[in-house]
């Protein structure tokens, strides 16, 4: 491209130097990141004929459906960085454009549970569950531009400001036989489908009998959900069905001229330089949002974006489909308390002070992920420790301890043990429904001390 580009827009020519293109396309590139995933994932995940497991691990359905799992997510996936072994997870997405969805709610008793939806920027905007008391019913999730007639019997109409959209179930489980098969009958009444299949009657389907679908091969790291040399590719499809938020009029523009006055090739380029400068770097917690304390860090504003575009992308990037703050909060760190890397070759205790485990009304955890943010492999299949462990001793003064490295504590501990993996690892703490200290940062999270 020359130093200069001229465009022809509302009558008027206006020169476009080389480095205000690339300025211009650079936060373009940050911005559209996370939309391009949700685009990408969409098609990937509703790529099926029926609801079944892709590589026999993750939920996968047509759009409009959902497709439930029965257990903690295996520890071989590499489809969502940072799942959790807390709940079983359920996972689909929708063109509301198409068909508005039916969100069909059972009777969860006290267990707690919670269905996200997230429109095509990352927001999630339903609220449904425990903590929003969400009665059993069917919820309808229609489009921005749905004026149909709402049948009878639906509980409550949701509308989204975006067509494309993704939900996840999740609903909790103790690491018990006896509450994996106690769960079943619940989870067979979560459903999810399109609102042409709706007749008011509670659906139910065994979800422990669908089929595993192939699955491309895996590495270490996630696979590729975004493609830096088609994104700019993408791009209109993404300024056409994703209306502007409020205040955002004049950015679609820019983009919009941006892309007639670039070369493909150009763009490309900064592209791929975007992609390793600004959006590689985000895979680090500290970008994820401000400190909490003792090395950790923690998102104030998780699936609550607005124009927070440098967060929204970093969530994206390192930990994708997050639920909003009061859903479940997020606490992560890749360092001691002393603001060394966690190393997998040493041991550390993570000491929760009397009292001070994380404040929640529902569970929390605390989940040790190797340097790609997956479960480190370890003979013990334990990947996190929390509410869902019965067997978790504490030590008499009240406090917890909890311990990260290669080898077992001292004898008596060995059920607070989580396995480290050989390089660097990283730890992630999560409160769902948390209380108010976990949210105005009056909690403090536990200190991460190496101990040999």
């Known amino acids: ?13 206006t020169e476009w130097t080389e480095k205000y293109l690339e300025t211009v396309a650079r936060n373009a590139y940050v911005w559209a990141w996370p939309l391009v995933s949700m685009m990408n994932r969409r098609t990937a995940v509703t790529s099926v004929d029926e609801p079944g497991l892709r590589g026999g691990v993750l939920p996968n359905a047509p759009s409009g459906q959902v497709c439930m799992m029965t257990d903690y997510v295996a520890a071989n996936q590499r489809f969502v960085t940072c799942s959790n072994q807390d709940v079983v997870y359920g996972l689909g997405f929708a063109a509301l454009d198409v068909e508005p969805v039916v969100v069909q709610v059972p009777d969860f008793g006290d267990r707690f549970w919670v269905t996200a939806v997230w429109d095509a920027r990352t927001d999630s905007f339903a609220n449904l569950g425990a903590q929003y008391g969400t009665a059993p019913g069917f919820y309808l999730i229609v489009g921005p531009d749905w004026d149909g007639e709402e049948p009878a019997g639906i509980t409550r109409v949701i509308r989204s400001s975006t067509d494309l959209v993704a939900y996840c179930p999740r609903v909790f489980l103790n690491d018990t036989a006896e509450d994996r098969a106690a ?6 009444q979560t459903m999810i489908y399109p609102l042409s299949h709706y007749d008011g009657t509670v659906k139910t389907k065994d979800w422990s009998s669908v089929p595993s679908f192939p699955a491309p091969p895996i590495g270490d790291d996630e696979i590729r959900w975004v493609d830096p040399e088609k994104v700019f590719a993408q791009l209109p499809t993404i300024l056409e069905t994703v209306p502007p938020l409020p205040g955002e009029e004049g950015l679609y523009e820019t983009f919009r001229t941006m892309l007639r006055v670039a070369e493909p090739a150009t763009l490309n380029a900064i592209a791929v330089s975007a992609e390793q400068e600004l959006i590689a770097p985000l895979f680090h917690w500290r970008f994820n949002g401000p400190p909490a304390g003792n090395g950790w860090y923690s998102p104030t504003n998780s699936a609550q974006f607005g124009f927070d575009y440098a967060t929204r992308a970093a969530v994206a990037r390192s930990s994708m489909f997050q639920n909003t703050p009061s859903e479940s909060k997020y606490v992560f760190t890749e360092t001691d308390s002393d603001g060394v890397d966690l190393d997998g070759t040493q041991s550390y205790a993570i000491t929760f002070a009397p009292g001070q485990t994380p404040p929640v009304e529902g569970f929390w955890s605390v989940t040790l992920y190797n340097s790609h943010h997956f479960y480190n492999a370890n003979p013990l299949e334990r990947y996190s420790l929390g509410t869902k462990n019965q067997t978790l001793v504490y030590e008499d003064d009240g406090s917890l301890v909890l311990y990260a490295g290669p080898e077992a504590p001292v004898a008596g501990r060995e059920s607070n043990w989580l396995p480290a993996s050989a390089d660097n ?9 948390p209380e108010r200290t976990m949210l105005d940062t009056t909690w403090t999270p536990p200190t991460v001390t190496r101990i040999n």
């Open 183 to 188: 769960i079943q009958p619940v989870l067979n």
């Open 1 to 13: 491209m020359s130093e200069t580009s001229a465009v022809t827009t509302t009558g008027a020519v």
């Open 425 to 433: 690892f990283t730890l992630l703490i999560r409160g769902y429904w």
